[in-house]
């Protein structure tokens, strides 16, 4: 079904917190959001990694709040649209209201794959004050297709008007996601999404697994910049989507220029697929968990690898970051023991 349109979502001022330990500045914001609007980008999501409200202790301090950053990123922009992220229990109700009055046009509630309705209030909320609103379906590897589809239906039925697919282990492969698109573009009537990252080298190949099997709205990042070894990379996206015959309505040189001209200069490293981020590729570990495993490790004399094979045998999901220090430690202790 080439020559269809599709949704390019860019998540660069998202999905890359993660991996800049959520240090954008105010000017980084503006410049590539300008870059974004100018290329034809029509939807970019814009707040801490973790979503609205993700700005903790827990989960990492954003250098500058979000409800600004969310603002200058609206100020730059003639038409695209800014999105934020919103996770239950990490974002409330207030925190989209106020994203809300700073400007944002879309809200994406994310959940793990098995929880769908903990975010009826949230997605009610969405359609309540205009939004865009989307299900964001987490960790969709961890539960089997009739689960997503069962989960997919309460989003659609709460109001959702996309619900996506999320690969936020980056664990998945071709035929995997093929099949659960698949499933739900012929149980759903909304639209469907993809989201993938880059841990085992397949977030391309799934993006296009995922548009030949109906997804309509995909995600992508700048120079891949987000967690683990990142997210589908938005200019080849692009390019790779023009060959296939698809129209995403996206200049190639211009969002290669922000990529290239913007993004690449904050970067603070490549994102590339380290041993650690390929671990939790293997064993569906929760990508934005890559630079806290990196820190336990080296606070307690650990194999980072060993920790996130744990994770992986204990199946956390996100907002479960306390366990990657615990098992550190407990690593540690019978490391302390055998000498």
């Not at 200058?72 to 990490?90: Q, T």
């Amino acid at each position: 079904m080439a020559n269809r349109s599709l949704e390019i979502l860019d998540v660069t001022l998202r999905d890359g917190s993660h991996a800049i330990r959520h240090a954008f500045t105010e000017e980084q914001v503006r410049t590539t959001a300008r870059g974004l609007d100018l290329a034809g980008v029509n939807y970019f999501e814009v707040t801490h990694g973790d979503g609205l409200g993700g700005s903790s202790l827990q989960y990492g301090f954003s250098k500058v709040d979000e409800l600004k950053l969310i603002e200058a990123a609206v100020d730059e922009c003639s038409n695209a649209k800014v999105s934020v992220l919103l996770i239950p229990g990490i974002g409330i109700k207030e925190d989209l209201q106020n994203a809300v009055k700073a400007g944002a046009k879309m809200v994406r509630v994310a959940t793990h794959v098995t929880e769908a309705d903990v975010a009826r209030q949230h997605i009610e909320l969405g359609r309540e004050l205009g939004l865009k609103t989307v299900g964001f379906l987490m960790m969709a590897h961890m539960a089997p297709v009739n689960k997503l589809v069962e989960q997919a239906k309460l989003f659609e039925s709460y109001g959702a008007e996309i619900v996506y697919v999320t690969d936020s282990a980056g664990t998945l492969l071709p035929h995997e996601v093929k099949e659960r698109i698949s499933a739900l573009k012929n149980a759903r009537s909304c639209e469907i999404g993809f989201h993938g990252h880059n841990n085992l080298s397949m977030a391309m190949a799934n993006t296009v697994a995922a548009v030949e099997a109906g997804a309509t709205y995909i995600d992508g990042s700048l120079r891949c910049l987000g967690a683990g070894s990142g997210n589908t990379q938005t200019e080849v996206m692009v390019a790779v989507l023009e060959r296939l015959g698809y129209r995403t309505g996206i200049d190639l040189y211009k969002i290669m220029d922000v990529a290239n001209d913007i993004v690449a200069k904050y970067m603070q490293r490549p994102q590339e697929i380290t041993g650690s981020s390929l671990i939790m590729g293997y064993s569906g570990v929760y990508s934005s968990f890559l630079l806290h495993t990196e820190e336990a490790a080296k606070k307690f004399g650990v194999d980072e690898r060993d920790i996130l094979v744990e994770l992986g045998k204990m199946k956390a999901v996100g907002g479960q970051e306390d366990l990657i220090y615990d098992v550190a430690a407990r690593f540690a202790e019978q490391k302390k023991a055998l000498v």
